[in-house]
C-alpha cells in the first residue's frame, strides 16, 4: 500500500473507534448548522483525530476539511487532504447505521488516493489512482450493468438548499420511470463506494461538497466507473452537481438528466 494511503488508513480507522465508542455511549451533543444541517460533538472529535494523525506524518501538506475549513495557504498546496469525518451525521445521530469516514489526497489538482471507511460495518475502502480499487483488501469493479432500465441508482436529496427542488422532482421522476429502483440513503461518500463496490449502478446528487465527493469518486475511476457533472463534464468537484455509474449506465444518466 502506498504510503500516504496507509497514513489515510490509519486516520480513518482511529476516527472509526472514536464513532463506534461514541455511538455505543450515546448522549452526544448535537448543534444545527443550518435548517436539517447538524453537527455532532463526535464529528468534531473524529476530525481532530484525522487531523492530528496526518499531521504527525505530513505536517507540510495542506487540510480541507468539513467542520475546520481550509488551513491556511491551502490554496497554494501541492497536496490537500478533504476530509469529511462522518458523512451521514443525521443518519449517525439516529442510530441508522450508514454513515462513513472519507479521506481524499489531492496531488496537483489531481486525486491520488482515498479512503472510505464504514466503521459500523467495517467497511474499508482504498484506492490510489492506477493502482484499482479495494474494499477489505479485496479488488472490486464496478458491474457490467448496460441498461439504466435495469439498473440500480443512488442519490441524495436536495435537503439544506430547497431551490432546485423543483427540478430535483423532475429528475427523480424520471429516473424512478426508467431504472430498476432509486435509493436514497443518505450518506454520498458511501453511496459512491457502493457503486465503485458494483452493490449500485449509478448515483447522482446536486449541491454536494468536496468532502462529500473526492475520496468516492476516485474509488469509481479506479473501479472502472465514470464521474462527471450534469451534462457529463469534468466539473463535478467544483459544480457539487454529481453524476457517476458504470459507462454505458453514465451515458444514459447523463441523457436523462439532460
Ligand atoms: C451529507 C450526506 C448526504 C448528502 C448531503 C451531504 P454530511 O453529508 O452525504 O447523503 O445528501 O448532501 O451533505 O453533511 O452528513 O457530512
Not at 24 to 39: H, R, S, Y
Not at 84 to 92: A, K, S, V
Not at 189 to 214: I, N, T
Not at 234 to 256: C, M, N, R, Y
Request: glycine share 10%; aromatic share 8%.
Amino acid at each position: 500500500m502506498h504510503p500516504t494511503l496507509n497514513i489515510a488508513v490509519k486516520a480513518a480507522r482511529r476516527a472509526g473507534s472514536l464513532i463506534n465508542r461514541a455511538s455505543l455511549a450515546g448522549g452526544f451533543e448535537v448543534k444545527t448548522k443550518q435548517a436539517n444541517d447538524f453537527v455532532t460533538e463526535v464529528d468534531k472529535a473524529a476530525e481532530a483525530e484525522i487531523i492530528r494523525v496526518i499531521r504527525s506524518a505530513y505536517p507540510e501538506h495542506a487540510i480541507l476539511a468539513e467542520e475546520s475549513g481550509e488551513s491556511d495557504g491551502a490554496a497554494k498546496n501541492d497536496t490537500v487532504w478533504i476530509i469529511d469525518p462522518i458523512d451521514g451525521t443525521t443518519n449517525f445521530i439516529h442510530g441508522f447505521p450508514q454513515y462513513c469516514i472519507s479521506i481524499a489526497v489531492r496531488q496537483r489538482g489531481q486525486l491520488a488516493h482515498a479512503v472510505v471507511f464504514d466503521p459500523a460495518k467495517n467497511e474499508l475502502y482504498t484506492a490510489s489512482k492506477g493502482r484499482g480499487a479495494f474494499l477489505n483488501e479485496r479488488r472490486i469493479r464496478v458491474t457490467r450493468c448496460a441498461l439504466l432500465r435495469e439498473a440500480l441508482i443512488g442519490t441524495g436529496f436536495p435537503f439544506k438548499e430547497l431551490g432546485r427542488l423543483d427540478l430535483y422532482m423532475k429528475q427523480l421522476r424520471k429516473m424512478m420511470a426508467g431504472t430498476a429502483g432509486v435509493r436514497r440513503a443518505g450518506s454520498a461518500a458511501l453511496d459512491l463506494a457502493y457503486v465503485a463496490a458494483g452493490r449500485l449502478d449509478g448515483f447522482w446528487e446536486m449541491g454536494l461538497s468536496k468532502w462529500d465527493m473526492a475520496a468516492g469518486a476516485l474509488l469509481i475511476k479506479e473501479a472502472g466507473g465514470l464521474v462527471g457533472g450534469l451534462t457529463g463534464e469534468d466539473d463535478w468537484f467544483e459544480s457539487g452537481d454529481i453524476v457517476a455509474g458504470t459507462p454505458k449506465v453514465f451515458a444514459q444518466l447523463i441523457d436523462t438528466l439532460r
